[in-house]
């Protein structure tokens, strides 16, 4: 039973990251069943949404109420922010280093030429979020200026994930991205490392880096038991 969209961990250390780990990775793309998507429909987004700060609650009521008054702007609003998930997934496979120097049984791969067709796609929801931006004089102290993404209700979570997908791709220090490796037994899940070397494995050491030890373990008994290396 999978988990629910309030209990997915929130391992990315950005919620553009934290948004591609919505989806399992790793598993063939022909695989069955299909990998499980945590925003399963759109009152699963609203409360991704809010859990991962990208929205208060007061604005995913404002948002929820806009896609219940018009339905059709919920499933584009949904439809979009997984476009959105797999543009950034792409560009992120093509602009990371594998960890180990990748291998040829990695489902994950990179695709130069998709990456970029991704990155148009990107550059397209983001300049149509943009246009939907707003500047906001804060008088605080020190007063600044603020650029505020999703001012139109129904479009509030797709802006503000394109924004958060720009700020990840401009910002991240990419050789600091990494992909729980597939191929030793982990899940394809994105991460930012925060570790003071950049050595972090696995996206959770309680959970992928402690299955792919125990697989290591069982490996190196049969091969005992076996004879062979
Ligand atoms: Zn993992």
């Known amino acids: 039973m999978p988990l629910d969209v309030s209990q997915v961990p929130l391992v990315g250390g950005h919620p553009a990251l934290d948004l591609v780990n919505t989806l399992e990775r790793g598993a063939p793309p022909d695989a069955e069943p299909p990998p499980h998507d945590f925003l399963s429909d759109t009152s699963a987004l609203l409360r991704w949404a809010v859990r991962v700060g990208l929205i208060s609650d007061a604005e995913a009521g404002r948002a929820g109420q806009a896609w219940r008054d018009d339905p059709a702007t919920a499933h584009a609003g949904l439809a979009a922010v997984r476009d959105i998930r797999e543009g950034l997934y792409l560009v992120m496979l093509a602009a990371i280093r594998p960890a180990g120097g ?74 600091r991205v990494h992909r729980c490796p597939v191929p030793e037994g982990g899940c394809g899940w994105l991460f930012l490392d925060h570790s003071r070397n950049g050595s972090r494995r696995w996206c959770r050491m309680a959970d992928c880096g402690t299955t792919a030890k125990a697989r290591r373990l069982t490996d190196r008994r049969r091969a005992a038991r076996t004879g062979t290396p």
């Open 102 to 175: 990748g291998s040829a049984d990695d489902p994950g791969g990179n695709d130069p030429i998709a990456a970029g067709a991704a990155l148009v796609g990107l550059h397209e929801r983001w300049s149509a979020a943009a246009t939907r931006a707003t500047l906001v004089l804060d008088r605080g102290d020190p007063p600044q200026v603020r650029l505020t993404y999703g001012t139109v209700p129904a479009m509030l979570i797709p802006d503000r994930i394109a924004e958060t997908a720009l700020d990840v791709l401009r910002t991240a220090d990419l050789t």
